[in-house]
């Protein structure tokens, strides 16, 4: 099978997840997979599903919690599916799955296209951008998408124009069709000018620079903010900053950062995902929903 696999891109085995994902966490996988094309992707989901092996498509790793053990089955990285085509004259960009969002942005703004600004200081890829409608300074991707191309459980490919794609605040409706494997997309964007991008990007890396803990290992934002409220606020009400199980640690910086101080494993950030919440709960009633997906957990 693994002779098979390699005909259709990078076939490796009990490979380390930790170097794949922003915490650096988590054990191997059983197989990892970095398809060439689609039609490629395509056969190897087909070759996995005749040999009723699981698979994961993994991004860039920096919306995810690992488990420690190993992932008995495939992942799969979009990582060679990284096609970029900018239209300046059009205000368009075709972007496949793979692209990860800081290149993305310079390469918009350097043609004059402006709008993307907000996720330069977002180390994800589009695929993993649009599954989980990253966004901030009150903006989020889906406010720039015309369509989205999928890859749906009939190996059919199609093309979901931006008004049939439900979405809202870090949702989009691929949370709830996980047979669906974004490939690419196609994204709108404003007139601008290249030093006016540029100004607004230093401007918001100046700010994270300032407010989160980009020294350590983490994954962003663990909870979502609930309505008119901020979740780093309610945990730091909670006297929760510091707060550490085994290597992973409330970020002093920002409450509402993990960060694997000293060698976490997976269980550390679960755990300490879990008792925070559980924390917040109990001392303000509010039931903060997690914005980082666990992998593999029971
Ligand atoms: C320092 C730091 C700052 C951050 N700041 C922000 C921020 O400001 N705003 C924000 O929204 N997020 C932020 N994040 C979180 C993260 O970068 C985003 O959520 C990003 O969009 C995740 O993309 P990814 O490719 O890493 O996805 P991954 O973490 O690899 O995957 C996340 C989920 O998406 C699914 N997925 C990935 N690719 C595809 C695909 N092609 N098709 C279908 N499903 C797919 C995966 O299966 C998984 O369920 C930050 C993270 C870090 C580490």
Redesign the pocket.
Known sequence: MITELRKYGDVYEHEELKPLN?YHIGGTCKYLISPNSVQDLISILKILKSENIKY?????????VLNDKEYDGAVIR?NKMNGLKVHPDLQMVYAE?GVVLPYLVTETVNNNLMGLEFAA?????I???I??N???YNSCIMDYILSVTILDENYDIKVLEHEDIEYSY?HTM?KEHKN???LAAKLFLKRGDKQNSLDIIEDRRQRRLAS?P?EYP????VFRNPDGDFAGRLIESCNLKGYAIGGAEVSEKHANFIINKNNATGKDVHDLINYVHDVVLNKTGVDLIVEQ?FIDWE
């Open positions: 922003t994961l498509i993994l991004g860039n790793g920096s919306n995810v979009l799955a200081g977002i180390p994800g890829t695929g993993g951008a599954y989980g990253a966004g901030a870090r691929f669906y494997i974004v989160q980009l983490s994954a962003g934002s997906e």
